[in-house]
């Protein structure tokens, strides 16, 4: 009797655990090239052409394309000190940025400017409530980590990783104006859902997602 008990709580603790760990193992890490830094336009020509853009073509980033946009969003660029393009209170770098495209989802890993593997799913529609999210061939999700953020109280881990993600979101607007992408950031999230299909943890809070694509023609 206790035999059985035993065996049958060992599948269910299989069958919970394991398929995150087996996508993850499916799915190989995506080393980025470096980030080119004699590229974009003038800026004051990007702050006018800066807007939400909701209709992408299917068509998919470069590899270049995607390192740009990642090192722009919250890369490394004092790499003395590991700071990065986007400010964080206290320098906590409390918001992760994952990255949901066709093949899979990975985490951007800003000191070593690689892509994580997290996931070999497409959560891509998942990441939105709104139909045209499936389109976009990337979706970056901003997920703040709380046990990144010391001894602060909750409202203020609240108000500080919101805005530190205004900053990321702002940084890839920016990009995307420079290189003629199409990007819109979204509150509009099932985060209960978004957060089981990518399993996270109690203390991570999903805070905004940003599609990223080519504009339809
Ligand atoms: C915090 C925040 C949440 C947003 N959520 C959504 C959203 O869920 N869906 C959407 O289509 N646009 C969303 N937007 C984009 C706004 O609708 C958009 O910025 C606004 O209409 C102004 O347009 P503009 O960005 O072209 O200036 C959001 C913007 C912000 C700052």
Redesign the pocket.
Known sequence: MYRSRLFIISILLILFFIPGFLSAQELKGIQLVKPQMDSGRLLMHVLKD?????EFSNRKLPIRVLSNLLWSACGVNRPDSGKLTAPSAKNWQEVDVYVATEKGLYLYNAQKHRLDPVLAQDIRALT???SYVKDAPVNLIYVADYTQMGTAANDVKDLYSAVDT?FI?QNV?LYCASEGLAT??????DRVALGQAMHLRPEQRII?AQSVGYPKK
Do not use: D, N, P
């Open positions: 800066r807007k939400s853009s909701r939105g409530s709104q205004g979101g607007y819109v950031t979204r509150g509009t999230i905004l």
